[in-house]
DNA sequence: CGCCCCGTTGACCTCCCTCAAATTAGGTGG
DNA sequence: CCACCTAATTTGAGGGAGGTCAACGGGGCG
């Protein structure tokens, strides 16, 4: 919405030329063409940590690529009780297709840059290129994969095993390096409440879990957010696989 | 496998004029022609409780419509602890597309209906049809939301709203007048364990709930399958919505 | 009849939750 | 740079929901 420039420029999608979502995201799929179509209604956004993206129960009439940052998708009993269900990287597709309402909550979880376009166009496009459609199914089956890894994690895991198993989540995501070095160091998307509400668990909980793993050296912690796991496979050890 | 007479009536695809797959499941993105190509390659089969159809880590070449009797998806830990991640009831199709390798476990609950056909014909007509393709993407999104609403479940309910959630489920997948009546009536597809399973608890936390739930009549039990509930309501309002 | 599997029930214990307080980090104004 | 304030996190003590272990009941089947 801001950055207005950027949606002049859209005669040639500059928008869209050091984009990742081009290259792992969604917009792989597209012709030039219909990029630049695309580009023309698209708009680069900041979303700041705590916003709100998706209202549950809320009408969408956009959809967005997450180019950077975390959204956390959640649900919330009605009393208050609430899960996250989901985490969305870079370049996440972010939006429930074919479905005017939502029953997810959207919200970022740090500071989150989105590419929106509306709901309708991509709508279109899906219909005269089966690619992108194809492409959607993808992510959609590598959601639901994630989505019943965490099953287990919540149903079958203890405290302990289940924050080891959040580190890993992140590290893999967070930091590019993780897969092929043996250590790893990120900051901490969430919030230890965050982290809580991900793994069916109390703050107090996870926190007495993080000191342990420290204690035990498995991880060193700096300023509360910031994380170093030396040796990944004594985490992973600890993770109930 | 078994009935050979099927396939050879598939001139005309007989074997698919009162399949329920035609109407609600994947089949009903197929051109005539298509079905007529899928059905000379398919074969209804009768699965027997508790056979597995398909090994974790196992290659699968063949994909299936469920046609009746349930199927549970289920994923286990290295030591044992073991989560079941999706049930399938009819006309869902069973299989994962675009790749070689499950890391899911699916075996029959009860007995099972299916009509299986090769991996590699179904994946041909995605191609030629997006419609195909479509449908699927429906089917995994259905999936996708049916899971996350899972994770609620599994992460911040009660034991108690646990079980009440899984009557819940069931009564609206097997008792088709469950919608409509304020009761149903229904044969739970799982034994004990496996609604342990479900649910991440024990057996006898299982066991203790239904037993809490029955006598404090919001259910009644008979043989140790068949379940009434006269009031669905009343159920609904344990189950932590 | 006896065996086996499945489900139920009871007694006990443990892991995690709850409640409460202390400590730290981060931001703001002096 | 420091004092102060607030929110986030950690730590501690105690209790309860659900797990563990063990015994028992009942239906199907050889």
């Not at 019943?148 to 580190?167: I, P, Y």
Request: proline fraction near 3%.
């Amino acid at each position: 919405m801001e950055d207005r420039q950027d949606i002049h420029n859209a005669g040639v999608p500059v928008l869209c030329e050091a984009c990742e979502a081009r290259h792992r995201g969604i917009c792989g799929a597209l012709s030039p063409d219909q990029l630049l179509g695309l580009s023309k209604t698209s708009s680069k956004q900041k979303i700041e940590a705590g916003a709100e993206l998706v209202g549950d129960q809320e009408t969408i009439d956009h959809y967005s690529n997450v180019l950077g940052g975390v959204v956390k998708l959640t649900k919330t009993l009605s009393d208050g009780r609430q899960q996250i269900v989901g985490l969305q990287f870079a370049p996440d597709f972010l939006g429930r297709p074919f479905r005017s309402e939502s029953a997810i909550n959207a919200e970022a979880a740090t500071d989150v840059a989105l590419c929106s376009f509306p709901k309708a166009t991509i709508e279109r496009m899906m219909k005269e290129s089966p690619g992108l459609e194809h492409l959607l199914l993808t992510q959609t089956l590598k959601e639901l994969d994630e989505a019943r890894d965490w099953m287990v994690t919540l149903g079958r895991k203890t405290a302990a095993e289940k924050v080891a198993s959040f580190l890993l989540l992140i590290a893999r995501n967070i930091d590019p390096t993780a897969q092929t070095k043996s250590g790893a160091s990120f900051d901490l998307p969430l919030t230890r409440a965050d982290i809580a509400d991900f793994l069916g668990l109390t703050i107090e909980t996870v926190s007495r879990q993080l000191t342990r793993l420290r204690a035990d050296g498995v991880i060193r912690i700096e300023n509360n957010r910031h994380v170093v796991v030396d040796n990944m496979s004594r985490l992973e050890a600890r993770s109930g696989i």
